[in-house]
């Protein structure tokens, strides 16, 4: 039938036996598709009076009020823009869901993709005086969707920013290798025990919930950056230790690199 959703899975019984077992999982897909179709709908219907609330809330600001009240709307403020972080990461990760693989993929001129990325964390961690460095392969470049992309390496920046404490070290990396391209993390902050690594990645997942909530995170970056390496037949690696600090590495097939070279003559020709 064409509606009909089948998972089959082969069970071996001895040297020569096998089962073929199909099971219906249709009702399963439709309410998957229910529960995304959701999400994206009322994150869509959410963005409209957030944008209204917070243009209110500028216009009182600008106005000569007592302090307790501005006060009251400087926190207003603060925790509209955090529901829009969440709004837009909804979005996003609801997009990212809606398919397996990227169709649009580009060159993508990552060498100048993560100076601007190491910029912004530079400027974000400017009160906490991290030394945040980038060393990068500049021979190759990468296949990709570029906005998807952008999200997954400036996730993983600024979590490394936030989650370590003053005078941290920060380092970023592009390099290739036989088994294809890899971007990688490493910061010497909190880290995180390994009884979370498993479930880190999944929504809203937290190690610590005060903690996290303190930092301005949404408790959506980390899967929204393992569904968009899903999408480019990547994969994450996440090696941490507490107290010692933490390496999330991207793992992109051979396949998904490109030489800079190429990528220099398609943009003269
Ligand atoms: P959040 O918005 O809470 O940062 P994420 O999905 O990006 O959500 O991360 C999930 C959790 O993983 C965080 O709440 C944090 O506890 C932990 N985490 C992520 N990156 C790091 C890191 N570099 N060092 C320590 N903990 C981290």
């Known amino acids: 039938l064409n509606d009909t959703t089948l998972q089959f899975q082969i069970k071996e019984f001895g040297a020569s036996d096998r089962l073929l077992v199909a099971r219906d999982i249709t009702r399963l897909v439709r309410l998957e598709h229910t529960r995304q179709d959701f ?22 600001l600008d106005q000569d009020l007592p302090k307790p009240m501005q006060r009251a709307l ?34 993508i001129n990552i060498h100048q993709m993560l100076i601007t990325i190491h910029h912004d964390a530079e400027v974000i961690s400017l009160d906490k005086q991290h030394q945040i460095t980038l060393d990068v392969d500049s021979e190759f470049d990468l296949l990709g969707q570029p906005q998807e992309l952008h999200s997954v390496f400036s996730n993983l920046v600024f979590n490394a920013v936030r989650y370590t404490p003053e005078n941290g070290l920060i380092s970023i990396k592009w390099f290739v290798d036989e088994q294809g391209g890899h971007f990688s993390v ?10 979370h690594l498993p479930r880190l990645t999944e929504r809203f997942y937290r190690v610590d919930e005060g903690r996290s909530t303190a930092t301005g995170g949404t408790g959506l970056g980390l899967a929204i950056v393992k569904h968009a390496l899903y999408r480019h037949g990547a994969q994450l690696t996440i090696e941490s230790q507490l107290g010692k600090g933490s390496t999330f590495i991207c793992h ?3 396949d998904m690199l490109y030489s800079t070279q190429s990528r220099i003559a398609q943009q003269k020709s």
């Not at 999400?39 to 009182?60: C, K, M, Q």
């Not at 509209?80 to 869901?97: A, H, W």
């Not at 490493?186 to 995180?192: A, H, M």
């Open 39 to 60: 999400v994206a709908n009322a994150s869509h219907e959410l963005r409209t009076p957030l944008t209204v609330i917070r243009g209110y809330l500028e216009t009182f």
């Open 74 to 107: 400087t926190q207003m403020q603060a925790q509209s823009s955090r529901m829009e972080g969440l709004v837009s990461d909804l979005l996003l990760l609801s997009r990212l869901e809606s398919s397996q693989h990227i169709n649009d993929e580009v060159p």
């Open 186 to 195: 490493t910061d010497n902050g909190i880290g995180i025990d390994s009884i």
């Open 252 to 254: 992109f097939p051979p």
